[in-house]
């Protein structure tokens, strides 16, 4: 955060350096809702919002407000709008995040720009087309953990109760931290949770 303002103040009405500032702030607002007193991961949709520093976002939608003012889009405007779209309302705006991905895309198309596309493409409820999409990314993110643990995700959703064990296994496996870890031991427990 600090060398995102030093660079802001050293390149004034520079929108890709307001755009990364604005997204290190709303990023950084969620930081004490992220993990529960047990010490485990807490998803972005299920955070106490009360623990969000709303100054941190407010600052951080004005300096999104701003960029995009300057019509120059880049990579950093648009993950700031992503990340925007999670902080306003009562909920993430999925449908709005797959259009910012598809746009994302074309500036960056990266195996994990592509996950995280599918990925909103599951939870906004295209679930067909999301499975699709990670389906096309078995090869390049076979060791990436989240690629693991959003397919058990839609495995999961989609009542292929066993084939979201398996991949809720090597999720668990890769897990970067034990907060991670014992989310998705709490997830592969629960219940399917298949669309109605």
Same mark, same amino acid.
């Given at each position: 955060?600090? #060398?995102?303002?030093?660079?802001?103040?050293?390149? $004034?009405?520079?929108?890709?350096?307001?755009? %990364? #500032?604005? &997204?290190?702030?709303?990023?950084?607002?969620?930081?004490?809702?992220?993990?529960?007193?047990?010490?485990?991961?807490?998803?972005?949709?299920? *955070?106490?919002?009360?623990?969000?520093?709303?100054g941190q976002i407010d600052e951080g939608l004005g300096l999104i407000d701003t960029a995009m003012r300057r019509r120059a889009p880049g990579p950093y405007?648009?993950?700031?709008?992503?990340?925007? %779209?999670? @902080? !306003?309302?009562?909920?993430?705006?999925?449908? !709005?995040?797959?259009?910012?991905?598809?746009?994302?895309?074309?500036?960056?198309?990266?195996?994990?720009?592509?996950?995280?596309?599918? @990925?909103?493409?599951?939870?906004?409820?295209? *679930?067909?087309?999301?499975?699709?999409? &990670? +389906?096309?990314?078995?090869?390049?993110?076979? +060791?990436? !953990? $989240?690629?693991?643990?959003?397919?058990?995700?839609?495995?999961?959703?989609?009542?292929q109760a066993d084939e979201a064990a398996k991949a809720y296994a090597i999720a668990i496996a890769l897990a970067g931290s034990p907060s991670d870890a014992?989310?998705?031991? !709490?997830?592969?427990?629960?219940?399917?949770?298949?669309?109605?």
């Amino acid at each position: 955060m600090f #060398l995102c303002r030093l660079l802001n103040r050293l390149r $004034p009405e520079d929108p890709e350096i307001e755009g %990364c #500032l604005a &997204l290190v702030l709303i990023t950084h607002a969620r930081c004490l809702a992220r993990v529960d007193g047990d010490g485990v991961t807490v998803p972005l949709g299920e *955070q106490d919002r009360t623990k969000w520093n709303r100054g941190q976002i407010d600052e951080g939608l004005g300096l999104i407000d701003t960029a995009m003012r300057r019509r120059a889009p880049g990579p950093y405007q648009i993950k700031a709008a992503i990340a925007a %779209c999670h @902080v !306003q309302g009562e909920a993430s705006d999925w449908a !709005q995040i797959v259009l910012l991905y598809d746009s994302l895309l074309r500036l960056e198309p990266t195996p994990v720009v592509r996950l995280n596309r599918a @990925v909103a493409l599951c939870e906004a409820g295209w *679930q067909e087309p999301a499975m699709r999409s &990670l +389906d096309a990314l078995s090869a390049e993110l076979r +060791d990436y !953990q $989240p690629y693991h643990a959003a397919r058990a995700e839609l495995l999961s959703r989609m009542g292929q109760a066993d084939e979201a064990a398996k991949a809720y296994a090597i999720a668990i496996a890769l897990a970067g931290s034990p907060s991670d870890a014992a989310f998705l031991r !709490q997830r592969a427990e629960r219940p399917l949770r298949t669309a109605t």
